[in-house]
């Protein structure tokens, strides 16, 4: 099963990097949803008895991580005006970096974990680490509204990865993930309503203060 | 007798093979654009016509100015007989050639930069520059890739390394493997100076960095560097193709296998070329760290 | 018979300044024979050296002095052997070369001084190697460290040279005081002030951990490991160039001579220690050269490339560390002997570039890289020296760089791949360090030769350049000469590298026959010399074929810009840019940009400078917060004598009630 696994793993993990260093917000899209086609594959693999609802979830999953959100992403950036340039807070050799650092340390700290010994080889637990870093990592260093939507996808791509280990134990764990990636559709929406082209700040921030009483 | 029939295959292969990647490259491209482009065998018309032109040398340059192209040829021709192609083992092998490969091909780049300084013109200067800089970051790339190979077949020689052990380690660490061939990859594409590191086709500043270099040299010298360029794109396709080729028992299969793998490579390479546009220089480095990162994280896989 | 020998060369180098430096009637003959005594007491000690390596090993020799505790017990053995060859071989260049550079005629009032410290500089060296007690090796550590600083201040009419040997100093002085404080630990571990292995068993952890921490500070400032290097680039820049080469070339080796002698001491060093060894040789190599790529004073630039060189060699004694820790041979013998091969290597081409860089200065009057340029036209064959000194610094075959690090890379690959015995994989990232190493060694080579020599000629400067004396080209041949018997001929040093592996690991069997196991090193001949011959074939055929031809002379071309004028040529800083900004994090380079406001700016000037970071971001504060929290403690320094009266009858009455 691993010899299935690996290289959509790997896959995974370089398209962090991609995503981490593109400078073009196309590119990051374009990362991110090649990365939830590769993790929509991934039941399949896991799952020995898949069944017709299994399949049905895994194209649903496909259709919206591949082609429906990224769909309302390049439709959010057209209306709303959104240049084409990352404008990120960090440099990307600085994220790409600190990227680096952040999957090797998922490596080595997966290894100390106590982990059943069929998931103790794989890749699962340090691709899901390093993939929730990198999303973090995007959250946070990034200022454009839609940035922070892919670094939100990017998180979620990490937690629907290391779910995968819990698959038997949890049936409905991937209608919860698509779940969770339409409350993205609904995120999107907002910036579309909003004409949300830059920060989130863009919105007066006076109104945020009034939330400290 | 098997292998000197072997190492007279390699040499002849090595010699004779590589002005025909840059036809093949030019080939894919002209297709990619819609037009016809230049016979496949181009590039060695070129060479047999410059071979037989006449010079015109600078007056600012000393003797380093030829020493260049000279350097250049000769390291990388010697460093091709280090690598293992085909069927043959390399003709040469010792515990420790990867390093004398490495450094073959720095004391041949170290000349060319030199000889572009050596014209005392800023263009040159500029070419010399960006190339050194991005050399630094593709050579720890290719340190950490053959690290993978020397733990994986437990052998310090590339004939070893991209042996015959070398198939059956895909099973088992192919993940390694994998992100050794993407940065071998990005490396190749880098050292050889193609899209989106480089733009061999253009002679405007912004986009130069290895035509650059070679802007004053005309004639016989500029034969040498057009071969000794093309020798290098063999070398590093070599190395790529070998890390996925598998052997076989039969020499001539295998040679032919080969021969078809390098110009599969030459065909990968123009429509990397064709669909990609080159890399602002600032971001250079940010794709060679990506590249040094891959095949670290190859190692890492290994020896956790 | 040896050991006397070696002790009459040390004295009559010590000795050699010294009727210069007495007589009444100064001028060229005083100099001469000054030179000649310096020059014939190198040559006995290379002579003792020579027996040494052919007839095996003498006996120590001991004699009785009157300091309590210590005695006059001198040794030869494979390791001392191994760092007496670059201190006296380049002491005798160096005297040579002077005789030409620092002319009694041009420098009268710092000439004979200079003499003097020099002779008593490689006394001072000698004596620190083969010392076998601790006192005696402190008396020449601080002869060496005293007569460096009276070198460095050699003209000390210039602020740089004062301020430089200000720093230079308190390096010096901190790293003694540690010296005292290990050598203090050691007599208290085993009661005698010898330097001979003792039983660390005996020794708590603590203490051993505290030893081998003064033994890092001590040995590391003196060695220039970073961050305790700050001493280095400013004292190489602003000494006399035969002077900078004893200084990169050899003095920074005795550091490195410490260093192994301390280790030495200790059969099972725990993995730590050589971790740590291993860290700071990748980050000396890596950061030195980054800051050397940023550097365009000439002698500066050859000095941060001493640092990364000393990373080299670092980086082979720790990977030798862990292998004495998990007991593989094979780790000792290939990370030692790239180790103290480098050392040799360092010594011999570090003073070819910097006796050429000196030919340079002393034809052109500057140390700027950017004010020269053309000077291979002028100065052929110091510039071919300099090539060939560059061509082995940056590691590259033929020549002696590459088989040092070749072993380095063997031991560091191997740490991977060999089957028995327990597996450590850290050691294994040092080598793609070692080759971003040698990546930039190359880029900073390529904008330092090309900058001097290549192209046309920055400023007036380089105008009036001529070839130098025979004086100081002689010692750059001698150079030359070891730099390539070594590169094309690596098998004439196994001998003595595998006898100072023997004395560093008296543990090992059998070193020479499994060092030439490990190490094709008759490969290394075969490529090299296969290589120096390819080349000149293919050479021979261009001009060949070049005089056959047509060929025309003319301007540079460049596509068309015809006829570039000489500001129009990249400057090492424009040359180094992309690369100072991809390190700008750790090399904060300043610029000095004037604003251009109004219409019509007046003519001003752009200035880029990359400073030592560590020193002045780091020791200049915490120095300068030190001068002012101890300028409190003026407040006691009254002046009455009463008060001082009062201090003395306190510390009495302390006294008294402690015991």
New interface residues.
Partial sequence: MS?FL??F??AA??LN??AL?V?RIRGVISAVALQGVLLGFLPLFVHTDIGLRGVLLIIVTIGLKGFVIPGFLVHAMREAEIQHEVNPILS??SS??LG?VG??LA??FS?TLPLAEQHADL?LVPASLATVWSGFLMLTTRRKAIMQVLGYLLLENGIFLFGLLLLEAMPFLVEVGVLLDLFTGVFVMGIIIHHISREFASISTEHLTELKE | MNAAIQNTMHVVVALVLPPLLPGVIAKTKALFAGRVGPPVLQPYYDLIKLFRKGSVISTTTTGVFLAGPVVGLVTVTMALLLVPLGHSDAPISFTGDLVLLAYLLGLGRFFTALAALDTGSAFEGMGAAREVTFACLAEPALFLGLLVLAKLSGSLQLAGMLGNSLASHWSGAGASLALVLISWFIVLLAENCRIPFDDPNTHLELTMIHEVMVLDHSGPALGMILYGAALKLFLFGALVVRLVMPRTTFAWLDWLIFVGAILGVSVVVGVVESSLARLRLTHVPVLLVTACLLSAFGVILLVR | MNEWLLIAGVVLTALSGVPGYLTRYPGPVTQWVTTLIAVSGSTLGLLALCMFWTMGEGQSVVLPWPIPGAEFAVALDGLAALFLLPVFLVSLVGSVYGLAYWKESEHPDSGRKLRLFYGILTAGMGLLVIARNSILFLFGWEGMALSAFFLVTAEDGKQEAREAGWVYLVATHIATLCLFGLFAILHAASGSFALAPLAWDKVSPRTATLAFTLTLLGFGIKAGIMPLHVWLPGSHAVAPTHVSAILSGVIIKMGIYGLVRITSLIPHPPVEWGEIILALGVASGILGVVFAIGQHDLKRLLAYHSIENIGIIVIGLGLALVGRSLGRSGWIILGLGGSLLHVWNHAFFKSLLFLSAGSVVHATHTREIDHLGGLAKRMPVTAACFLIGSVAICGLPPLNGFVSEFLIYLGLFGTLVSGDGPSYAGAAFAAPALALIGALAIACFAKAYGAVFLGTARTHHADHANEAPWAMLAPLLVLVAACVVIGLTPVVVVPALARAISAWAPELRDVEAELVALAPLKWVSVMSLALLTALAAAGFLLRYRLRTGAVEHGPTWACGYVAPTPRMQYTSSSFAQSLVNLFGRVLRPKTLRPPTLALFPQKSEFQSKVSDVVLDEAALPVFRLAGYLFSRFRVFQQGSVQSYLLYLFIALIALLLWR
């Fill in positions: 010899q690996d290289p793993l790997i993990l370089a990097f991609v260093g400078s990307y050799m790409l970096l680096a999957t090797g490596i080595v290894s890749l």
